[in-house]
């Protein structure tokens, strides 16, 4: 269901986005960048993708808990329930992500969606492709107290659509609603990485839960909001994106001395490190002044990487729709398939050589493989001319990946780990 009003929902999210791009140009204040828009929206495109596999785990659980250890069984069809359980789901995600905030592991899939540095409707797209691994355990209450499984999946996506308006620095503060309801003024005090701002404003509909537990913060017109994360990402590849966490953790985990020091890691604020790794292997000091990301490209290569993002994101469209009816070692190919395409596209924005070779290599086995199997993933037979345009498609955009990307540039990408 989700997935389904998702896909559904995808051209009214893209046309806000282009309101939103739109009025701020009108008012001379574009807070958009190619770059970064196109890796936010990647981010939302993969962690669809991986929600395909991932269902198990959000949808699977819940289901296996409300039949076996549910107290009670709720009525479906009770408004009531409905209510309480919308506001019960939206006092588990103030906590899920609050803890998403206070401990390392949880942090580290939740660190997608601050990494961009502008502050925009794409971001709200950016989301992890991790969450779920541990996310489900803050929505076990719901299935002890028993609300039915078709509630939850609901109220989860409501919960998760009504955030999507409130990234946008196009909208200022809105009085009494500002004081009840997450709003875009709330939410952008919760995407800042200034001192006075940091770790609060968790709520997903209420602001009210940040009230009560002592989280809220008005966004102040003497501290403007600085956006990212204290640890830049400075990378487009948005597999990198959702392991860059998990990676540093792991890192200080097998370098730490002390047991204690290996397990307390994962579960430790993020920024606490082992006395012993952090002398060996000192961090860089965080720099509220430092300039965005912004790896200059040509015009060419900005619009062959859109044109290619924009290819894989509508394909993205069919693999939603199809991976049900297919075998799973065929979703799994495809997913593969659509992943190194965005992981290309994000490699290109950055300049970075050896993309072109990947992105080289992920055009000819395109082509070679519709034009000697004829098949689409899924077995999907393809007519002659459709065969024909996708390998004519795939021949083309190598040709034009060869001429606008011949010469040498400078490497960029992942300088924070390097």
């Known amino acids: 269901m989700q997935e389904k009003v998702i896909t559904l929902a995808t051209p009214v999210f893209f046309l806000l986005i282009f309101i939103e791009l739109i009025v701020g140009w009108l008012r001379g204040r574009t807070t958009y960048r190619a770059n970064d828009a196109i890796n936010s929206i990647s981010l939302g495109v993969l962690s669809q993708i991986a929600g395909v596999f991932m269902r198990v785990v959000r949808i699977g659980i819940y289901a296996w808990l409300l039949q076996h250890v549910a107290l009670f069984k709720?009525?479906?069809?009770?408004?009531?329930?409905?209510?309480?359980?919308?506001?019960?789901?939206?006092?588990?995600?103030?906590?899920?992500?609050?803890?998403?905030h206070e401990v390392n592991v949880l942090w580290a899939a939740h660190v997608v969606h601050h990494q961009s540095e502008d502050y925009n409707l794409s971001t709200a797209?950016?989301?992890?492709?991790?969450?779920?691994?541990?996310?489900?355990i803050f929505y076990v209450p719901m299935a002890l107290l028993g609300y039915p499984l078709e509630v939850f999946v609901a109220v989860a996506l409501i919960d998760l659509l009504y955030q999507f308006?409130?990234?946008?620095?196009?909208?200022?503060?809105?009085?009494?609603?500002?004081?009840?309801?997450?709003?875009?003024?709330?939410?952008?005090?919760?995407?800042?990485?200034?001192?006075?701002?940091?770790?609060?404003?968790?709520?997903?509909?209420?602001?009210?839960w940040d009230r009560l537990f002592g989280t809220f913060i008005e966004e102040r017109d003497a501290e403007p909001v600085v956006y990212g994360t204290r640890s830049p990402l400075r990378s487009w590849n948005p597999l990198w994106a959702n392991l860059e966490v998990y990676k540093a953790i792991w890192l200080d985990a097998w370098r730490a001395q002390h047991l204690k020091d290996k397990l307390r890691i994962w579960i430790a604020r993020p920024g606490w490190r082992p006395a012993d790794v952090a002398a060996?292997?000192?961090?860089?000091?965080?720099?509220?002044?430092r300039p965005l990301y912004h790896p200059q490209l040509s015009r060419a290569a900005q619009l062959y990487c859109l044109l290619q993002f924009i290819?894989?994101?509508?394909?993205?469209?069919?693999?939603?729709?199809?991976?049900?009816?297919?075998?799973?070692?065929?979703?799994?190919?495809?997913?593969?398939?659509?992943?190194?395409?965005l992981w290309s596209v994000g490699g290109l924005m950055e300049r970075r050589a050896h993309y072109v070779a990947l992105e080289a290599l992920r055009l000819i086995a395109t082509a070679?493989?519709?034009?000697?199997?004829?098949?689409?993933?899924?077995?999907?037979?393809?007519?002659?001319?459709?065969q024909a345009a996708i390998a004519a498609s795939a021949i083309a955009s190598l040709a034009a990946l060869w001429i606008i990307f011949k010469q040498p540039t400078a490497p960029h990408g992942h300088l924070s780990h390097q």
Not at 75 to 98: E, K, M, N, T
Not at 166 to 195: C, E, M, Y
């Open 125 to 136: 797209l950016r989301q992890t492709s991790s969450g779920a691994l541990l996310g489900w």
């Open 74 to 100: 709720l009525p479906a069809d009770s408004i009531w329930v409905w209510v309480s359980g919308l506001l019960l789901y939206d006092f588990c995600y103030y906590w899920l992500h609050r803890m998403g």
């Open 165 to 208: 308006w409130v990234h946008t620095q196009q909208i200022g503060k809105l009085g009494w609603f500002d004081r009840v309801f997450v709003s875009p003024s709330n939410h952008r005090v919760h995407h800042a990485v200034n001192d006075v701002y940091l770790d609060k404003n968790y709520g997903g509909i209420l602001i009210l």
């Open 368 to 386: 070679a493989g519709v034009a000697f199997g004829g098949i689409w993933f899924g077995g999907v037979a393809l007519p002659v001319p459709v």
């Open 311 to 341: 290819i894989v994101l509508l394909i993205t469209t069919h693999f939603l729709a199809a991976h049900k009816a297919m075998p799973l070692a065929h979703s799994v190919a495809y997913a593969m398939w659509l992943g190194t395409g």
């Open 280 to 289: 060996a292997w000192p961090g860089k000091p965080f720099d509220i002044g």
